[in-house]
Structure formats: C-alpha cells, structure tokens
C-alpha cells in the first residue's frame, strides 16, 4: 500500500527555517519522481519543488517563486524525500503537500495529474 505522509510544518517567523519531511512507504523512494505541492485556502494548489525518479540522475526542480530558498532532498535508505526551507516569507504559508508520480523515471514538474499518490499535508505558517 502505498502511503506518503508529512511533518515538520509549524510557525516561523519570516527569515527563518524548516525541514519538512515526507515518509514515503509501498514503493521504492527513487523508482518515482516526488514532488513538493502547497495550497492555500481559496487558491490553487501550487507545485513547489521536484525530484526525479529513476534513470533521472536525481533531478531537481525548482519553481521560481522558492528558487535559491528551498531545497528538495531524498534519503533512500530511510525512504524519505525532505525539503529544506530557507529564508521564509509570508507568502511561503500554505498548505504543504508531498505527492509520488503515477509512472516510474520521470523528471517531475508541476502537473498533478501525473502524481497519482498523495500526502495529507503539513501548514507551514510564516509570520512575525
């Protein structure tokens, strides 16, 4: 069965960190692609960050918006996938999700109709 499951999400004030987790079980971690979505009420679900499955030499991606802040991070032995979060801002709160890849090998991106398996998320509040 496959289960993906997140934690680390908390209040921080803005210029701070956190290490998000994604506990990831009923697969092999680097078979599939992972990607890093948020939401937040009223708004679309946005994709954050990427990393490939296998074949893909450990791709990562990156969306604009969190580019240089933000780094995304898989621990196979332990089947974990991580993103790291750097110099938070307000409109970095949201809704965190993980979310596995329909088909194995793939790069990853943005479009949630190629994730097949989902997370409940984690809220990730920034705010002084």
């Known amino acids: 069965q496959v289960q993906l499951v997140e934690s680390g999400g908390d209040l921080v004030q803005p210029g701070g960190s956190l290490r998000l987790s994604c506990a990831t079980s009923?697969?092999?971690?680097?078979?599939?692609?992972i990607g890093w979505f948020r939401q937040v009420p009223g708004k679309e679900r946005e994709g954050v960050s990427f990393?490939?499955?296998?074949?893909?030499?450990?791709?990562?991606t990156y969306a604009n918006s969190v580019k240089g802040r933000f780094i995304i991070s898989r621990d196979k032995p332990k089947k974990m996938v991580y993103l790291q979060m750097n110099n938070l801002k307000a409109e970095d709160t949201a809704t965190y999700y993980c979310?596995?890849?329909?088909?194995?090998?793939?790069?990853?991106?943005?479009?949630?109709?190629?994730?097949?398996?989902w997370g409940q998320g984690t809220q990730v509040t920034v705010s002084s």
């Open positions: 979310a596995r890849a329909w088909a194995r090998g793939w790069f990853g991106s943005h479009e949630e109709a190629r994730y097949g398996y």
């Open positions: 009923g697969f092999t971690v680097d078979d599939y692609a």
């Open positions: 990393i490939s499955g296998r074949g893909r030499d450990d791709s990562t």
